[in-house]
Nanobody, 121 residues
Framework: EVQLVESGGGMVQTGGSLRLSCVAS????????MAWVRQRPGQGPEWVSL?????????FYQQFTQGRFTISRDNDKNTLYLQMNSLKPEDTALYYC?????????????RGPGTQVTVSP
């Protein structure tokens, strides 16, 4: 059974930092592209960042991250990370990780329940 469990969210002030983690189990983590997706209050999901499988681990970011976020993965620990710096109130959202690839996108891939990030003004 595929399981993805996020942690690391919380409440921070504007300009603060958080590091999100997503621990994966039930599949060969290194074989999959992984994504971070967020859902802000009253809005639909939007992808934040993606990291490819394999040793190259190419990374992709939405423009709104503006160099503030860094995605990474540790295949030995089956863990995906998202380092978020210079947080803004508009980053307030439920953040969750998604397993993508092999016909599944960030919209319909397996996902975790998410971790809440709240940024106060």
């Amino acid at each position: 059974e595929v399981q993805l469990v996020e942690s690391g969210g919380g409440m921070v002030q504007t300009g603060g930092s958080l590091r999100l983690s997503c621990v994966a189990s039930g599949f060969t983590f290194s074989d999959y592209d992984m994504a971070w997706v967020r859902q802000r209050p009253g809005q639909g999901p939007e992808w934040v960042s993606l990291i490819s499988r394999g040793t190259s681990a190419s990374t992709f970011y939405q423009q709104f991250t503006q160099g503030r976020f860094t995605i990474s993965r540790d295949n030995d620990k089956n863990t995906l990370y998202l380092q978020m710096n210079s947080l803004k109130p508009e980053d307030t959202a439920l953040y969750y990780c998604v397993r993508t690839g092999y016909g599944k996108s960030w919209l319909d891939g397996d996902r975790g329940p998410g971790t809440q990030v709240t940024v106060s003004p």
